[in-house]
């Protein structure tokens, strides 16, 4: 004669299963939300060539151009780009706008001196490639500064004496500015 094991038995062992196997597989390549968070932050906190890409399209889709010109890029961690854009209607006028991956904000209008000289002031997404390798210039600037515990902060783009994209890499005892050429070579850290 069989037996019959009874419903609450196999119940019981087939739980006791279920928790092994689950335990077993949740720790394997845990990662700890500290740990992630700081080693995403280390490595520009989700400043990605993407995220510069993505905008400026939302922007020239906005305005109903094939291209912008701009007076200022700015990326900073947790995906926000700051984008001032000369309005393409109006060329004596500029914009402010804040991209964070998803959603674009209005246009804040942006205060233009009259002495302010917007042609030279302005340039094109094209004419700084280095935009299109946003990951390459958080991991040279961390490279090129060394700092322990060193985090980019913020990347800047914006023209001067010349259309220099900047990275500014901070540790807790140190920081400095890391500045790129167009193209996105160092051609200098400044430590502040």
Same mark, same amino acid.
């Given at each position: 004669? +069989?037996?019959?094991?009874?419903?609450?038995?196999?119940?019981?062992?087939?739980?006791?299963?279920?928790?092994?196997?689950?335990?077993?597989?949740?720790?394997?390549?845990?990662?700890?939300?500290?740990?992630?968070?700081?080693?995403?932050?280390?490595?520009?906190?989700?400043?990605?060539?993407?995220?510069?890409?993505?905008?400026?399209?939302?922007?020239?889709?906005?305005?109903?151009?094939?291209?912008?010109?701009?007076?200022?890029?700015?990326?900073?961690?947790?995906?926000?780009?700051?984008?001032?854009?000369?309005?393409?209607? +109006?060329?004596?006028?500029?914009?402010?706008?804040? *991209?964070?991956?998803?959603?674009?904000?209005?246009?804040?209008?942006?205060?233009?001196?009259?002495? $302010?000289?917007?042609?030279?002031? !302005? *340039?094109?997404?094209?004419?700084?490639?280095?935009?299109?390798?946003?990951?390459?210039?958080?991991?040279?600037?961390?490279?090129?500064?060394?700092?322990?515990?060193?985090?980019? !902060?913020?990347?800047?783009?914006?023209?001067?004496?010349?259309?220099?994209?900047?990275?500014?890499?901070?540790?807790?005892?140190?920081?400095?500015?890391?500045?790129?050429? !167009? $193209?996105?070579?160092?051609?200098?850290?400044?430590?502040?």
């Amino acid at each position: 004669m +069989k037996s019959v094991a009874s419903p609450l038995r196999w119940s019981g062992l087939s739980l006791m299963a279920l928790c092994m196997a689950l335990g077993a597989t949740g720790c394997v390549g845990a990662v700890d939300r500290a740990d992630f968070d700081a080693a995403m932050q280390s490595r520009g906190g989700g400043m990605t060539s993407a995220l510069v890409r993505d905008g400026l399209a939302e922007l020239a889709a906005r305005y109903g151009v094939a291209d912008l010109q701009v007076t200022s890029v700015d990326v900073a961690p947790v995906e926000t780009l700051d984008v001032t854009v000369r309005n393409p209607a +109006k060329p004596d006028q500029l914009d402010r706008y804040t *991209f964070d991956g998803e959603w674009l904000s209005e246009a804040s209008p942006v205060m233009v001196s009259a002495l $302010e000289d917007l042609d030279a002031r !302005a *340039f094109r997404l094209g004419d700084v490639p280095a935009l299109g390798r946003v990951e390459a210039l958080v991991d040279d600037a961390l490279a090129h500064t060394g700092f322990d515990g060193g985090e980019v !902060a913020g990347i800047s783009v914006n023209r001067t004496e010349r259309l220099w994209p900047t990275v500014m890499v901070e540790s807790p005892r140190s920081r400095a500015l890391v500045v790129f050429d !167009a $193209e996105g070579t160092v051609i200098g850290v400044q430590q502040l």
